[in-house]
């Protein structure tokens, strides 16, 4: 599986931003996805994580009401959007996931990742 996270760029506070992440198969409907993102001298965190069986994804309490999660299964992607950009969102955004089914994503149980996609906040 080949995973594409893209989208990045230079957006202000404030600002709004939607990443793709594109699957070279269909995996994205059975597999648990995770939104990762890594700013520089920082450890890469996900904020965002859902499950084939979830309606609604799990979405770090720093984010909330501002990372949305969406996707297109015939396209085979899925999204991020990104709400009210603030400094700490400027860090490599990276799509991954799992095979386990469950409702948990960190940086060592994903078995595909995307290469990530670059995002720069300016005020």
């Known amino acids: 599986v080949q995973l594409q996270a893209s989208g990045g760029g230079l957006v202000q506070i404030g600002g709004s931003l939607r990443l793709p992440c594109s699957a070279s198969?269909?995996?994205?409907?059975?597999?648990?996805i995770g939104w990762f993102r890594q700013a520089q001298g920082k450890r890469r965190e996900a904020p965002l994580c859902i499950s084939p069986s979830s309606r609604s994804p799990d979405v770090a309490e720093s984010v909330k009401g501002r990372f949305t999660f969406s996707r297109d299964n015939a396209r085979n992607t899925v999204y991020l959007q990104v709400s009210n950009m603030n400094p700490q969102d400027a860090a490599v955004h990276y799509c991954?996931?799992?095979?386990?089914?469950?409702?948990?994503?960190?940086?060592?149980?994903?078995?595909?990742w995307g290469r990530g996609t670059q995002v720069t906040v300016s005020s």
């Open positions: 991954a996931e799992t095979g386990d089914g469950d409702n948990h994503c960190d940086n060592y149980g994903m078995d595909y």
């Open positions: 198969d269909e995996s994205l409907d059975d597999y648990t």
